[in-house]
């Protein structure tokens, strides 16, 4: 049997054991311990969260790489909010079937005679607004708000095309759309030059007036003036 006496001593109680003893013979110490790994460098103490942290090290840091990402993926949500609300306004506006609505009020910049701005929406293919030059405009009123899905318009004297261009027509539209609280909102239209209804998705939540403004005219010439037939409103179902 090896001599007791000699060898290593004990970290523990530091009696001697011999060379071949895992344990000390006195207390049971382990005489002969792993290695402990190394540490980690900090930047490997971020990520995953449960990785092992050395001592003292990367705990801040890591702190402060997962505040800035909470705060990145704040930002991207409210910057992304609208989009994302107008993404399903507009899912809604697809899905549901539209209804028309009609105006309580419907006022003119200015109209020839015999030819008033209520023709636009007397549901007649024969009668039409007489606007005298480029830059009248005609404003529709609603007796409460409404989310806007689309709009009709039915350009020149008449849906027949033998009678469609006796007056000359704009081809273009400013449609300028105000909401219950004041917000504005602005759109080109430009028209085909040929009778009939002509579509426009808008998709506008609340809104209460909206004033169409008659640009870039096709046929104007001396003893004629601008026409516009029908225009039709549309809201969500």
């Known amino acids: 049997m090896p001599d007791e006496g000699a060898g290593v001593p004990c970290p523990a109680c530091g009696a001697l054991n011999s060379p071949d003893r895992r344990f000390c013979r006195r207390c049971a110490t382990v005489l ?8 980690l460098p900090w930047w490997r103490t971020m990520w995953p969260l449960r990785r092992r942290v050395r001592a003292g090290s990367g705990r ?3 702190l402060l790489v997962i505040l800035a990402v909470l705060a990145a993926a704040c930002a991207g949500g409210l910057l992304l909010l609208p989009a994302g609300r107008a993404l399903v ?11 028309p609505v009609t105006p309580v009020a419907v006022e003119a910049s200015a109209e020839v005679p015999r030819h008033p701005a209520t023709n636009t929406t007397d549901g007649l293919s024969n009668r039409y607004w007489g606007a005298p030059a ?6 529709y009123t609603f007796r409460k708000p409404f989310r806007l899905v689309d709009l009709i318009i039915t350009n020149g004297a008449s849906t027949s095309p033998e009678s469609y261009p006796h007056q000359a027509r704009a081809l273009r539209l400013d449609l300028e759309v105000t909401t219950q609280d004041g917000e504005r909102h602005h759109k080109e239209l430009t028209l085909s030059d040929k009778p009939g209804p002509q579509t426009f998705p808008t998709g506008i939540s609340d809104a209460k007036t909206i004033r169409l403004t008659l640009r ?3 046929g104007l010439t001396r003893g004629r003036h601008l026409a516009l037939g029908e225009v039709e409103f549309f809201a969500r179902g």
């Open 32 to 39: 002969n311990p792993a290695a402990k790994p190394a540490p």
């Open 89 to 99: 306004e507009d899912t809604r506006d697809k899905m549901s079937k539209a209804k």
């Open 60 to 62: 801040a840091a890591r």
């Open 134 to 139: 480029p830059g009248a405009s005609v404003t």
């Open 216 to 218: 870039s005219p096709a």
